[in-house]
């Protein structure tokens, strides 16, 4: 089994900035990647960043420049860093990591954290 554990949401002013981390632990022995995804009522759940096994990052257009992902692999942790956060970045945001089990890959998802940024 994997277990994914977030902390660092919280309420926090515009402009202000925030800290999420993620721990994985069970087996997972082959971390495909891991992201983070948001979510508001009534809408899907939705990329925000994610950070390859290699290190290669991909991001939303909106937090480009403002977020970054990073991950350390001694910890299995993955961080993302969040700056100048708008009204429009608050949501419930989940950790993701995709790992191999061949043929395919298998997603797993952490139990949220919430951010809300006030006006």
């Known amino acids: 089994q994997v277990q994914l554990v977030e902390s660092g949401g919280g309420l926090v002013q515009a402009g202000g900035s925030l800290r999420l981390s993620c721990v994985v632990s069970?087996?997972?022995?082959?971390?495909?990647?891991m992201g983070w995804y948001r979510q508001v009522p009534g809408k899907q759940r939705e990329l925000v960043a994610s950070?390859?096994?290699?290190?290669?990052?991909n991001y939303a257009g909106p937090v480009k420049g403002r977020f970054t992902i990073s991950r350390d692999n001694a910890k299995n942790t993955v961080y993302l860093q969040m700056s100048s956060l708008k009204p429009e970045d608050t949501g419930v945001y989940y950790c993701?990591?995709?790992?191999?089990?061949?043929?395919?890959?298998?997603?797993?998802w952490g139990q949220g954290t919430q951010v809300t940024v006030s006006a």
């Open positions: 069970g087996r997972i022995s082959d971390i495909v990647a």
């Open positions: 950070i390859t096994s290699g290190g290669s990052t």
């Open positions: 993701n990591v995709q790992i191999a089990h061949p043929p395919s890959t298998a997603n797993y």
